[in-house]
């Protein structure tokens, strides 16, 4: 069974920083692009950051200069370290993985990770 999981959510004052991880497991294709999404209240959702099995990196104009996305490719993981945080970036926040030539998480997204920015 495909499992995402993130940790390192919260809460952080407007201009402070937050790292998630995300693990993920039981894919039985190999794992090329990894990614970031969020969703706010009331709004679509939306990728944040995505990494390629290469390298190339894409981040969503809002972020750029501040969040910075990461993977460690032996362990499966993918982290965004998110800095000078705004109450805008508030949202829940989810990753996902593409194996083979499918996005592994699809349909319901379930809980993700939860960040606030405010003060």
């Known amino acids: 069974q495909v499992q995402l999981m993130e940790s390192g959510g919260g809460l952080v004052q407007p201009g402070g920083s937050l790292r998630l991880s995300c693990t993920v497991s039981?894919?039985?294709?190999?794992?090329?692009?990894m990614a970031w999404y969020r969703q706010a209240p009331s709004k679509e959702r939306e990728m944040v950051a995505l990494?390629?099995?290469?390298?190339?990196?894409y981040y969503v104009d809002s972020v750029k200069g501040r969040f910075t996305i990461s993977r460690d490719n032996g362990k499966n993981m993918v982290y965004l370290e998110m800095n000078s945080l705004k109450p805008e970036d508030t949202a829940v926040y989810y990753c996902?993985?593409?194996?083979?030539?499918?996005?592994?998480?699809?349909?319901?997204w379930g809980q993700g990770i939860q960040v606030t920015v405010s003060s």
């Open positions: 039981g894919s039985s294709a190999s794992i090329n692009a």
């Open positions: 990494i390629t099995s290469d390298g190339s990196i």
């Open positions: 996902n993985a593409k194996g083979g030539n499918s996005w592994l998480r699809q349909g319901n």
